[in-house]
């Protein structure tokens, strides 16, 4: 019942900025405090990547690709977590996914849940 669903997606010109959301549902308010959170994206041909994550104390992370330009933060009254990107760039073009429920499991920290995606395409 756990679901994670994203938007704000798009196509924008390089340095323009966009915002992505993540809404969750069938979270109980324990496991949403608890949970830390991220973001991922996955571009034509490559790895997932780790963007950014937030975990249940606020503390934050970000990918050196992405640092000072995108911000992570989470509103838990709407039980949304956000993705703030700005002076976009075409190589931040991919799919994003938000995910949750981070946590070492036998040595390697992975995400329990995931969203299904949204393309964001950046263009020169």
Do not use: H
């Amino acid at each position: 019942q756990v679901q994670l669903v994203e938007s704000g997606g798009g196509s924008v010109q390089a340095g323009g900025s966009l915002r992505l959301s993540c809404a969750a549902s069938g979270f109980t308010y324990i496991m949403y405090i608890t949970y830390s959170m991220g973001w991922f994206r996955q571009a034509p041909g490559k790895e997932r990547e780790e963007v950014a994550t937030i975990g249940v104390d606020g503390s934050t992370t970000y990918a050196n690709s992405v640092n000072g330009r995108f911000t992570i933060s989470k509103d838990s009254a709407k039980n949304t977590l956000y993705l703030q990107m700005n002076t976009l760039k075409p190589e931040d073009t991919a799919i994003y996914f938000c995910a949750a429920d981070g946590r070492p499991r036998r040595g390697v920290y992975e995400y329990k849940y995931w969203g299904q995606g949204t393309q964001v395409t950046v263009s020169s």
